[in-house]
């Protein structure tokens, strides 16, 4: 069993900043790649920031520069440091972490239950 859990989010004012923070626990030999995505109301689900188990990061273009993924490998952690929101970036945000059960497994997707981000304008 694998579990992917969010922490993090909540109400703030255009400008300001937010941290997520995300754990993967349970049955795991090795993560490949961690990731946020978003999903506003009415709007289909998009990638915000993905880094992989060497540190590679990628960011869609609407959040470069503003926001920040980190991760432990050791604590197979993920953080989203999100700077100057926007109404634009109220959404809920999910952590998807792919993850290699076992050795010699293939790796699959795994979801946390997501955190609400709303910034007020």
């Known amino acids: 069993q694998v579990q992917v859990v969010e922490s993090g989010g909540g109400l703030v004012r255009a400008g300001g900043s937010l941290t997520l923070s995300c754990t993967a626990s349970g049955s795991i030999y090795s993560i490949v790649a961690m990731a946020w995505y978003r999903q506003a109301p009415g709007q289909q689900r998009e990638r915000v920031a993905r880094v992989t188990q060497s540190g590679t990061t990628t960011y869609a273009d609407s959040v470069r520069g503003r926001f920040t993924i980190s991760r432990d490998n050791a604590k197979n952690t993920v953080t989203l440091r999100m700077n100057s929101l926007k109404p634009e970036d109220t959404a809920i945000y999910f952590c998807?972490?792919?993850?290699?059960?076992?050795?010699?497994?293939?790796?699959?997707?795994?979801w946390g239950q997501g955190a609400q981000v709303t910034v007020s304008s």
């Open positions: 998807c972490a792919d993850i290699v059960p076992q050795s010699g497994w293939h790796p699959a997707s795994y």
